[in-house]
């Protein structure tokens, strides 16, 4: 690997690895720190991630958005999810982006985002991207409701450093050469459930209903245009899909 890569054995989070070292040394944008096992490696929500030792890819990747505005840091989950999908085309169909950016195949969940981003006044100072992507574990124990791996859908091993820089290399093409009005089209066109009406589940009052994805916000609130041509606004963990 070239020495914008850091590889460790295992450690408890990549993204957590990668802010400690960028506190002790001035690294590039494209930075990657990756490993073989996350002792405490997280979700959106919040859920552990399931992943055996040395089967699948966990991995953070630094960038330096300092033109973007805080209010449109989403466009940085757009492009990430936007990678992945790309990438994971080459190898199979199917694959969509669940907003706002756990990565899919058909029903199942094969990889998932998480994105911290520290502030300078209102714009991005740094960016860690933070992949998790099932692709060459065979069984999942927890109790996870849908995971699948590239294996399960392939059935043939996967470089997973291949991989790994194939995603690094579409997020930095992404970041630096397409226009932020793309990248939102091509986001709501990758998303999962995108057409027709599904069921939702609204977090604060239980409330069951169905609707259609209208559209998606700068700042990653999700419209759903309901049975009655409602429009509603969600933002993350207001709106539940229900699988």
């Not at 911290?116 to 960016?127: A, G, H, K, P, Q």
């Not at 099932?134 to 399960?152: C, H, R, T």
């Not at 043939?156 to 226009?179: C, G, K, Q, V």
């Not at 609130?221 to 963990?237: A, M």
Request: glycine share 6%.
């Amino acid at each position: 690997m070239k020495s914008t890569a850091f590889y460790i054995e295992s450690t408890s989070s990549t993204n957590l690895l990668l802010q400690q070292m960028m506190r002790q040394e001035d690294l590039p944008e494209g930075y990657i720190v990756y490993t073989g096992f996350q002792t405490a490696g997280k979700g959106q929500t919040g859920n552990s991630w399931e992943s055996e030792p040395n089967k699948n890819l966990l991995f953070s990747v630094l960038l330096r958005p300092r033109s973007i505005k805080a209010d449109k840091q989403f466009i940085l989950s757009q492009i990430t999810g936007l990678a992945v999908k790309k990438v994971l085309d080459k190898f199979t169909g199917d694959i969509s982006i669940k907003w706002p950016n756990d990565i899919y195949w058909k029903e199942k969940k094969i990889g998932g985002i998480l994105i911290e981003n520290s502030l300078i006044r209102d714009c991005i100072n740094t960016c860690v991207i933070g992949i998790g992507l099932n692709v060459n574990q065979e069984k999942f124990l927890s109790d996870a409701p849908n995971p699948v791996s590239l294996k399960q859908i392939t059935g043939i091993d996967t470089n997973r450093e291949e991989l790994m820089m194939l995603i690094r290399a579409e997020i930095m093409d992404l970041y630096t050469r397409s226009a932020p009005d793309i990248i939102h089209q091509q986001y709501l066109n990758s998303l999962f459930r995108k057409n027709r009406y599904h069921r939702y589940l609204e977090t604060a009052t239980k409330t069951m209903l169905l609707a259609e994805i209208e559209n998606v916000l700068p700042d990653g609130k999700l419209i759903l245009r309901t049975e009655s041509d409602d429009l509603r606004k969600y933002y993350f963990k207001e709106i539940q899909f229900i699988l």
